[in-house]
């Protein structure tokens, strides 16, 4: 089992990635990027020698031949709210993967990572027996069409091979080896972000480096008083396993997690500090972990070892500031805070700590970290002071709950896995099988996750915002046997285990945090049932740039999925569908048994 060597803590200091400069010549109305995936090296800490990595590169329009970028990660794509954005994908990464062996282990039929598919359906490898390599972005959180959505199945390879749901816009513009996405950036000011979703490999695609920021900025934030410029600093927190010669190692074939955490592709890095007001803004790109965070202080500078601070946004953009000591950060989800370093002594060292997540969340075995980073109190104030607004008196309203009716459509999906390190599904259905689910555009529907494992799961929902609506504990053993009967019983939709059999308690509300919140990934805790609320199921029909195809045309296919990159690549993902107003969706009587029945986002106008 490869560990990483001892490594000198708070060395090197944190990295901040560059940001893409758009050219506004190509689509008029649109700012456009050409954004190049391809192999290169990154040294992760000063102790390590440079690690072969994989990266997004933007190019300079102003200086073509020198790209931005870090060779690992990518530039952050930085816009103005509701001005559209056209981006050039472009695969120049090598034919083998940089964890080809784990390509290989999939292919060959390797029980715990190659799908296998739940009676009466039949297995399916995830991708050609030609490919070691394909990938596809996928903006995280965006407002998009389906087409620009970065699907699993419209991955394309370095020599040009494609998925069977391949797709570009503007198809004169493109060689096979490249994708034209155009993206609405109508969504409230908030931090997204992209990644690759290549099917079947997403895992370790994003584990190479592939995963970058996308922020969308609304001028109108301006007046609220928000630390700007280097007092605003994004965190993507991961984790990482290295070899003695600083080469990356991937061992969540063997276990879960990696042992070393790394900060904007630096481990255990640090940030030296004003005593001032800082907007931090969180990105948890790991691929399993679960980080639990706290802000901690010698013990002789504070009453208490923990420095208080204010969430001030999650997913989906900013919301009522919420005063807090610690927070629960899940795979894909972002936090965006306030912390404040003004009433600490100059050379005050705070160190971001983790605590109480164990690997997979909440009780597994993998490595634990500890120490993450440190913030150090060293820079005297600059220029006239700290006049941002303190975050008790920011001028951010109350997110308005979304409230269900009768009519509000219920639909369950179960996170079935039949044994341990088995493959996971949702529904016991295998994700290269056709959508079952049919939902009409405009309307509201919760959604219950049911979660019978040992694990918990973030559960990202592409193209919507949704609010978490509560939780419910349940009987999970008594559930998993019920349903494992039906299953293996024929799925007579008539016998389909009944959920409210097996509460075993009332509903929960919300965690604080995560409650009036806008999200696009929610926690789906062990032996409960998790419910959101998706307001308005409508995705953006209108032509964006004058490009032909660019909007949505129903019906209209998205995917829901594990943000647990390994559980993503096992089918713990499923398709489903918009279609038209008055539309029969037909998935009353589905082979699934799922159920129509009863039971958004404030911002229906927007997503």
Not at 110 to 135: C, E, G, M
Not at 185 to 210: K, Q, R
Not at 251 to 271: F, H
Request: aromatic fraction near 10%; charge should be negative; include cysteine.
């Amino acid at each position: 089992m490869p560990q990483t060597p001892p490594l000198e803590k708070y060395v090197d200091p944190l990295p901040r990635p560059v940001t893409a400069v758009p050219d506004p010549a190509v689509y008029p109305g649109a700012d456009y990027y050409e954004i190049t995936m391809r192999q290169g090296s990154w040294r992760f800490h000063r102790d390590l020698r440079p690690a072969t990595t994989w990266g997004y590169w933007a190019t300079d329009p102003h200086n073509p031949r020198t790209p931005l970028g870090m060779g690992y990660l990518g530039p952050t794509i930085s816009v103005t709210r509701d001005d559209p954005t056209v981006v050039k994908y472009r695969n120049h990464l090598p034919t083998t993967h940089l964890f080809q062996f784990v390509i290989d282990a999939i292919r060959s039929g390797d029980p715990q990572l190659t799908p296998i598919a739940p009676p009466p359906y039949k297995s399916h490898l995830p991708f050609p027996r030609n490919v070691n390599v394909w990938n596809v972005v996928h903006q995280h959180g965006g407002y998009t069409a389906p087409q620009s959505d970065g699907l699993p199945l419209q991955s394309f390879s370095p020599d040009g091979v494609h998925a069977e749901s391949y797709t570009t816009l503007d198809p004169s513009r493109v060689k096979p080896n490249e994708a034209i996405y155009a993206y609405t950036n109508h969504d409230h000011s908030c931090l997204l972000w992209y990644h690759d979703h290549g099917m079947g490999m997403t895992s370790v695609n994003v584990y190479a480096g592939l995963a970058g920021l996308y922020d969308i900025r609304d001028p109108a934030d301006d007046r609220l008083g928000l630390p700007r410029g280097r007092f605003e600093v994004p965190l993507i927190l991961q984790d990482r396993t290295f070899h003695r010669d600083g080469s990356l190692a991937y061992t969540m074939t063997q276990r879960e997690g990696e042992d070393t955490p790394v900060v904007n592709g630096k481990a255990y890095p640090y940030l030296a500090v004003e005593p001032r007001r800082y907007r931090l803004r969180f990105l948890n790109a790991s691929n399993e972990r679960f980080w639990r965070l706290r802000f901690d202080v010698p013990r002789d500078v504070l009453l208490q070892p923990t420095l208080p601070f204010w969430l001030i946004g999650t997913d989906g953009g900013l919301r009522a500031p919420l005063r807090m000591l610690n927070f629960l950060i899940s795979p894909a989800e972002r936090y965006d805070l306030i912390v404040d370093f003004s009433g600490l002594p100059m050379g005050t060292k705070v160190t971001l700590t983790n605590y109480n997540a164990p690997v997979h969340f909440p009780g597994g075995g993998g490595p634990e970290i500890s120490e993450i980073m440190q913030f150090h109190v060293t820079e005297r104030l600059s220029g006239r002071g700290d006049d941002t607004v303190p975050p008790e008196k920011l001028g951010v309203s109350a997110i308005v709950p979304v409230k269900p009716t009768p009519r509000t459509r219920r639909r369950e999906w179960v996170l079935y896995q039949h044994k341990l390190f088995g493959t996971m599904t949702f529904n016991a259905v295998p994700f290269m099988e056709p959508s079952l689910d049919f939902i009409e555009a405009g309307s509201p529907e919760i959604w219950e996750y049911i979660n019978p494992n040992h694990d918990a799961h973030p559960m990202h929902v592409h193209l919507v915002n949704f609010q978490v609506l509560d939780r419910q504990p349940i009987d999970a053993a008594g559930y998993q046997a019920a349903y494992e009967k039906w299953i293996y019983g024929g799925r007579r939709p008539e016998d389909r285990p009944v959920l409210a059999d097996y509460f075993t308690g009332p509903p929960i509300p919300p965690d604080p945090d995560e409650a009036l919140s806008r999200k696009d990934t929610v926690k789906s805790y062990p032996e409960t049932v998790t419910r959101i609320i998706v307001q308005d199921f409508t995705p953006p029909t209108e032509t964006i740039a004058s490009i032909p195809g660019s909007g949505t045309e129903l019906p209209a296919t998205y995917v829901h999925h594990c943000h647990i990159l390994e559980h993503e690549d096992d089918e713990l993902m499923r398709p489903w569908t918009i279609v038209a107003r008055g539309t029969r969706g037909g998935d009353s009587d589905r082979s699934d048994g799922g159920h129509a029945g009863h039971g958004g986002d404030d911002g229906a106008a927007l997503r």
